[in-house]
């Protein structure tokens, strides 16, 4: 790997915490096999400094931008001048480009990494019931992306239901999608598939974010988790003979989204 130099222009992967992020291991092997004068670095930001790390980092000239995570999604989100057409309906931004003007640019493409990441391994979202567990900055993205697939029912449950009811409201106000309703009891029975869109995972010895008692077998069990990649939901699934998803297929397919927006690749 080259050695980085006084001309190499700096990218990042912001969270908090950051030791589960993948961003890093993705995107610096690309830029050394294109040639690329470039690295990312992860970037710890605990949310009470948070605003103060992004103010330091507007003002690094050779600082391009950044791919963002778990918990800031929704907070980047306000401090971005423009915000791109999915990042403006979910209120969350997972990339963000800093030009040299100093103003800061957000968008989101989870959602459109995970359906397509779906569709790439022969699980067409189109016209299934599929709950979604949590509704933050990812669950609103995702949750767009496959109202967008053609899903029928979209089932959300979150420990704050009033937090579902949003997202289910915010889909049909802004994009005209009804398929969306809070299902803050369900226990993952009679549906298609199912999405972890919560944090549950990160650490060892978390409650998992569903129990399996009555999810049938033929259900699809989806993590967007990508550190650990198996999760300790996803081996709790498999050991009970479910089909799996892992959590990085959905940056894998949005890698070049990303590295084109913030102008890494």
């Not at 040639?35 to 391009?64: Q, S």
């Not at 990339?95 to 959602?111: K, L, S």
């Not at 498999?238 to 890698?255: I, P, S």
Request: aromatic share 6%; hydrophobic share 45%.
């Amino acid at each position: 790997m080259p050695w980085v130099t006084g001309t190499t222009r700096l990218f990042a992967t912001i969270a908090n915490p950051v030791d589960h992020v993948r961003a890093p291991m993705v995107f610096n092997p690309l830029f050394v096999e294109r040639g690329l004068d470039h690295v990312m670095v992860p970037i710890t930001a605990p949310p009470e400094t948070f605003k103060t790390v992004i103010e330091g980092l507007r003002g690094i000239p050779n600082f391009g931008g950044m791919a963002v995570t778990i918990p800031h999604k929704m907070e980047m989100a306000k401090l971005c001048t423009t915000l791109g057409p999915t990042a403006q309906l979910t209120g969350a931004v997972n990339a963000v480009r800093f030009d040299p003007d100093g103003t800061i640019h957000g968008d989101n493409f989870d959602g459109a990494g995970f359906v397509e990441g779906l569709r790439r391994n022969g699980h067409d979202p189109a016209g299934k019931t599929v709950l979604m567990v949590g509704a933050g900055g990812a669950a609103r993205a995702i949750g767009l992306a496959l109202c967008d697939a053609g899903v029928g029912r979209l089932l959300i449950r979150n420990r704050t239901p009033d937090k579902a009811i949003a997202i289910a409201r915010e889909l049909e106000r802004l994009s005209g999608h009804r398929q969306a309703v809070s299902a803050p009891d369900h226990d993952g029975s009679d549906v298609d598939m199912i999405v972890n869109t919560t944090s549950l995972g990160l650490h060892d010895g978390e409650d998992l974010p569903l129990a399996f008692d009555g999810v049938g077998l033929d259900t699809l069990i989806a993590e967007i988790i990508m550190v650990p990649e198996r999760t300790a939901w996803l081996a709790e699934a498999e050991a009970r003979g479910l089909q799996t998803h892992y959590g990085r297929h959905m940056l894998d397919y949005q890698v070049e989204l990303i590295g084109s927006f913030i102008g890494a690749l």
